[in-house]
């Protein structure tokens, strides 16, 4: 971080680095969708299931036709310890968006390794994918799935639109951990895997 108040030194372009391509934005990017999403897949992250209310008629093909909606996304990150606030994200074509954008509230339920079964549903099962899903009631009445390595109830505190995604802050409420522990379930390189130590 430079000095406060100090101007921003030119860069080896010469004038300011925001002024480098004529409007303050980015340049173009110099490589197709394929090879950012290939790119992008080699980050490991976590797996997470996020729940909320179903609020209306879903259209044909989205992720409930119960009281609930779910699905599953990779994109959970933290942003704040005081206030306790996390991130995910959500593509703006997404049939279930409505009901995620207009709640009051959502569960992010972090999955364990052994919960591949339910990434898998809540990613593509058409219908009602809670039918035969063990869960239990949070305090604003939202799924907490059974063996969730932790939960995050959330109050949906802001929304931001970008590119083909609505990007979602949440205020966590209440959160837990699942008292015996487990290996999380990782997404990465296209394949699903677990953790382990490394040696030293």
């Known amino acids: 971080?430079?000095?406060p108040g100090a101007?921003?030194?030119?860069?080896?372009?010469?004038?300011?680095?925001?002024n480098r391509h004529g409007r303050g934005g980015a340049?173009?990017?110099?490589?197709?969708?394929?090879?950012?999403?290939?790119?992008?897949?080699?980050?490991?992250?976590?797996?997470?299931?996020?729940?909320?209310r179903a609020r209306g008629n879903l259209s044909s093909g989205?992720?409930?036709?119960?009281?609930?909606?779910g699905i599953t996304a990779s994109s959970f990150n933290s942003v704040s310890l005081d206030p306790p606030l996390v991130l995910?994200?959500?593509a703006t074509r997404?049939?279930?968006?409505?009901?995620?954008?207009?709640?009051?509230?959502?569960?992010?339920?972090?999955?364990?390794?052994?919960?591949?079964?339910?990434?898998?549903?809540f990613a593509t099962l058409k219908g009602d994918r809670f039918a035969g899903v063990d869960y239990r009631l949070s305090e604003t009445g939202l799924p907490i799935l059974a063996d969730a390595l932790a939960w995050f109830e959330c109050h949906n505190r802001s929304r931001y639109d970008e590119g083909d995604h609505v990007i979602f802050v949440g205020e966590v409420e209440r959160c837990g951990v699942l008292d015996r522990g487990g290996q999380?379930?990782?997404?990465?390189?296209?394949?699903?895997?677990?953790?382990?130590?490394?040696?030293r």
Do not use: K
Not at 96 to 121: E, K, T, W
């Open 184 to 199: 999380p379930l990782v997404f990465q390189g296209g394949g699903f895997s677990t953790t382990a130590p490394l040696d």
């Open 88 to 90: 995910w994200s959500m």
């Open 94 to 121: 997404a049939n279930s968006l409505p009901m995620f954008r207009d709640g009051s509230h959502y569960i992010v339920n972090v999955l364990s390794a052994s919960q591949l079964d339910l990434c898998q549903r």
């Open 62 to 69: 989205a992720a409930a036709s119960g009281p609930f909606v």
């Open 7 to 18: 101007e921003r030194p030119p860069d080896s372009h010469g004038g300011n680095p925001a």
């Open 1 to 3: 971080m430079g000095t």
């Open 27 to 52: 340049a173009s990017p110099d490589f197709d969708t394929q090879h950012f999403r290939r790119t992008l897949s080699q980050f490991a992250t976590g797996v997470t299931v996020i729940t909320t």
